[in-house]
């Protein structure tokens, strides 16, 4: 199965944490990659962003185990690269985006990747990024 989105960190900790507004659609997406029916990549630097919040809401015990809950679903994760920092400087002078996002974009282009699950809008400022609100997962398939 072809890779289809790159999970943003927030997919996991909204997962996580069972947020009002995402966990939900968060949890389904987690749950239809840990099962094979999606298939689906993330980075390095997303995973240091899952600890990080969860260790800023108190959650630090679970960092650990969470992490290896990630990776035992099977993702693809992908290392942030010089080449990747390269880009993300351009494309944070052109979209003035978080470096943080625009880092997830580097690496997205580098796989070939085009369209992100989610909550952040800004996503939407970066070129050659499509992003999916994890409220619109899975996204409808069109008759042709």
């Known amino acids: 199965m072809a890779v289809e989105y790159f999970l943003d960190s927030n997919i ?11 966990g939900s659609s968060c949890g389904r997406v987690i749950t239809d990659l840990a099962e094979g029916r999606l298939s689906a990549a993330t980075s390095t630097l997303a995973l240091v962003e899952v600890c990080n919040a969860l260790r800023k809401i108190g959650l630090g015990q679970e960092v650990a185990p969470e992490i290896n809950s990630i990776y035992s679903t099977g993702i693809t994760v992908s290392e942030l690269l010089n080449v990747d920092v390269r880009l993300t400087v351009e494309l944070f002078r052109s979209s003035s985006v978080s470096p943080y996002d625009c880092a997830h974009a580097a690496i997205m282009k580098r796989i070939g990747l085009d369209t992100i699950l989610s909550t952040d809008p800004h996503f939407e400022d970066i070129p050659g990024i499509n992003r999916l609100d994890p409220l619109k997962y899975p996204p409808r398939k069109t008759q042709g």
Do not use: G
């Open 12 to 22: 996991f900790v909204n997962a996580k944490i069972k947020d009002r507004k995402y």
